[in-house]
């Protein structure tokens, strides 16, 4: 990297924030608070997971960080895998840097587990061939930095039959995409890495520079 674009990534003041499954743009407003409170400028984008999912998400996601000029990403769960689904499908979008918080980025085995259900697997609507099917690696230009939770508190674990750490939704492996620039495993649940000052404070420090604090 030079100088000139980690001067840029410094300088960069702009997170947009984006929730995951089943949950309102309003669960990432204690997260925001944290960032603003950082330095940051943070935004929430709001997205409807079920009914219009990555199909809708990610164009919308496309042209919002393509109007507001050079930003940051932190997205919990789903959330991230739709960032990374809308810069692989623009590569030169204006994004430096991405956290994502119990994002299940190689596939996620909850998902899996709720398909085998009808009823179940209509919960998870549009959203479930992404979740479903992950990424391969990751090879874009924006540095990704990944925070697991490892309290296994949560109702996915019923579905996936996990035998590993996990968060209660999102198993630790399934968040180790091949090609990130950092990752960490901190004690929170699914839905606690929400509300996690830990949580906070890693995502701070990576927007800053690009690693966490091990």
């Not at 840029?8 to 603003?36: D, E, K």
């Not at 991230?80 to 204006?94: F, K, R, S, V």
């Not at 930095?145 to 296994?152: F, Q």
């Amino acid at each position: 990297m030079t100088r000139a674009a980690s001067s840029n990534q410094i300088a960069t003041r702009r997170v947009v924030l984006l929730h995951g499954l089943w949950m309102p743009g309003i669960a990432m407003q204690w997260f925001a608070a944290q960032l603003s409170a950082a330095g940051f400028m943070p935004e929430i984008f709001s997205y409807h997971s079920v009914t219009d999912g990555p199909d809708n998400a990610v164009p919308r996601l496309v042209e919002h960080l393509r109007a507001g000029g050079e930003a940051h990403i932190v997205a919990h769960s789903l959330g991230g895998m739709i960032a990374l689904q809308a810069l692989c499908n623009d590569p030169e979008l204006p994004v430096s840097r991405i956290v994502c918080m119990g994002s299940p980025l190689k596939g996620s085995g909850a998902a899996s587990g709720m398909l085998r259900w009808p009823l179940a697997s209509l919960m998870l609507g549009r959203s479930a061939t992404l979740l479903q099917g992950g990424f391969p690696c990751w090879q874009g230009r924006a540095e990704v930095g990944v925070i697991a939770g490892s309290v296994p508190h949560g109702l996915g674990a019923l579905f996936a039959g996990f035998h590993e750490a996990h968060d209660g939704t999102v198993a630790v492996s399934e968040t180790r995409l091949e090609g990130v620039a950092d990752h960490v495993e901190i004690a929170a649940s699914h839905s606690g890495l929400l509300f996690s000052a830990e949580a906070a404070r890693h995502t701070v420090a990576f927007l800053r520079d690009g690693r966490f604090p091990h």
